[in-house]
């Protein structure tokens, strides 16, 4: 979730998503995700989506959902692969032209060969998955209870280009952390959706679906469950949705944590809109904060400025070609892990395919893309949000939030930590360092 410069100027530059990822659970049965039709499909069951678009109900009860997508489909997909038709290799030796030839032929190829969607199946199988109808869209989730008492509940939101996927990792550790270090009174209740658009979760088929309105939603959420007090996180995506939430403030929300805080001055913003130098008076800091922003707006924000102008046109692309798609994401992988340009140094093959498969089993690469369009807003610039919040500022991140301007754009702050590893996809890259931010970040908030 990122800034997007557009031409002539760079003033109607767009930050979106990508700065823009247990013991004793229980496997609830419940209806295949094969069983779904997609007879309404106008491409049929190869290229259709799942599960498949349908007019709301009003059913607001809760059902267990398991995931089987069509081998078919499956099929589709490694045929897909083998077909590739690759681009001439990059004229230079760095990034600075996008992904190398050299680093996504070996990851497609082994897609097309070696990787297996249906261990990424067991996993999800294996964790507790509903989905509810809120506000007309059916909304998928993963529910999983300590088995401590006293946990507190915790709705985490994951970002782009990833999905529940990111976060996976981070379920022992925070609903099980006497297994990992922590204390059983550190322990979370976790409910981690998808995003509308993204994943399991319905695809809006008109527009609205934007940032608040998801906000709205988690809180219905967490109330449906019967959460009657709670705390919510997110990086990316999350961290603006967590933004929006605290923003909003509804009856029963803590407080909240993000690893992609919104604090941007007005003075810096004005200078990186208009290409300016630095504002004059910056800490050592808060310049290296505005060189890595102004990196972003000059080199940085292509992806979102399409995403932000032409969702549609470009999953044309990316909905047809699984090298395309895993292209575009692998580039994200690469840039905003604490990898040094490497992505395979932050994640498996698997681990980065699981994320793409995700996306292409659901044909949801278009749907991601139009919350962009939906939110044609720097998520960057600063907020003021005086519910409780806590903040962990990663060494990866796309920047590194200073604490001058954390403070300033949320005053009520009651926790904020830099740490020594770990990138954009905090959750993902670093689990237990993650998960014990998020422990010490929420402990002033139990009781």
């Known amino acids: 979730m990122l800034p997007a410069p557009l031409p002539p100027t760079r003033r109607h530059f767009f930050a979106t998503s990508a700065a823009a990822s247990a013991a004793g659970l229980s496997l609830l049965a419940g209806p295949s995700f094969a069983q779904n039709s997609i007879a309404d499909e106008p491409s049929g069951p190869i290229g259709g989506a799942f599960p498949p678009p349908h007019a709301p109900t009003g059913d607001t009860s809760i059902r267990p959902f398991r995931v089987h997508v069509p081998e078919a489909v499956l099929v589709d997909l490694r045929r897909r692969v083998v077909a590739t038709r690759w681009p001439d290799r990059e004229t230079v030796t760095d990034l600075s032209q996008g992904v190398r030839l050299d680093k996504i032929q070996p990851l497609v190829r082994y897609w097309g060969t070696r990787y297996d969607w249906r261990k990424a199946e067991?996993?999800?199988?294996?964790?507790?998955?509903?989905?509810?109808?809120?506000?007309?869209?059916?909304?998928?989730?993963?529910?999983?209870?300590?088995?401590?008492?006293?946990?507190?509940?915790?709705?985490?939101?994951?970002?782009?280009?990833?999905?529940?996927?990111?976060?996976?990792?981070?379920?022992?550790?925070?609903?099980?952390?006497?297994?990992?270090?922590?204390?059983?009174?550190?322990?979370?209740?976790?409910?981690?959706?998808?995003?509308?658009?993204?994943?399991?979760?319905?695809?809006?088929?008109?527009?609205?679906?934007?940032?608040?309105?998801?906000?709205?939603?988690?809180?219905?959420?967490?109330?449906?469950?019967?959460?009657?007090?709670?705390?919510?996180?997110?990086?990316?995506?999350g961290s603006v949705i967590a933004d929006k939430m605290a923003l909003q403030a509804p009856e029963g929300l803590l407080g909240i944590h993000v690893n992609m805080p919104a604090t941007v001055p007005p003075d810096v913003s004005k200078a990186l809109n208009n290409g300016d130098p630095a504002p004059a008076g910056l800490s050592e800091k808060e310049k290296e904060a505005f060189d890595s922003m102004n990196y972003l707006y000059k080199k940085g924000a292509g992806y979102a400025a399409m995403m932000v102008t032409r969702p549609q046109t470009l999953g044309y692309a990316l909905e047809d070609s699984p090298a395309g798609l895993a292209a575009f994401y692998y580039d994200k992988f690469t840039e905003w892990s604490y990898s040094g340009g490497d992505a395979d140094k932050a994640f498996t093959k698997d681990e980065m395919l699981d994320d793409i498969t995700l996306h292409w089993v659901t044909k949801s690469a278009t749907s991601a893309a139009q919350l962009y369009w939906e939110n044609n807003a720097n998520n960057f610039n600063a907020v003021h949000i005086t519910l409780p919040a806590a903040v962990t500022v990663f060494p990866g991140e796309i920047y590194r939030a200073p604490r001058s301007w954390v403070e300033r754009s949320y005053p009520n702050l009651i926790y904020f930590n830099e740490v020594d590893k770990g990138g954009h996809f905090a959750a993902w890259e670093q689990p237990e360092l993650f998960s014990s931010e998020i422990r010490s970040a929420f402990r002033p908030l139990r009781g």
């Not at 989730?141 to 976060?167: D, K, Q």
């Not at 709205?216 to 967490?222: E, R, S």
């Open 122 to 237: 067991k996993k999800l199988n294996a964790l507790p998955q509903f989905v509810t109808e809120i506000d007309g869209l059916d909304i998928q989730f993963v529910h999983v209870r300590s088995r401590h008492p006293n946990a507190m509940p915790l709705i985490m939101t994951h970002g782009w280009p990833g999905s529940v996927i990111e976060l996976l990792k981070v379920i022992g550790p925070l609903t099980d952390p006497t297994a990992h270090g922590g204390r059983a009174e550190d322990a979370f209740d976790l409910v981690l959706p998808s995003m509308p658009g993204y994943g399991f979760s319905g695809k809006p088929r008109s527009t609205g679906w934007g940032v608040d309105r998801i906000a709205t939603a988690w809180d219905v959420l967490m109330k449906r469950l019967g959460y009657k007090r709670y705390v919510s996180q997110g990086g990316d995506w």
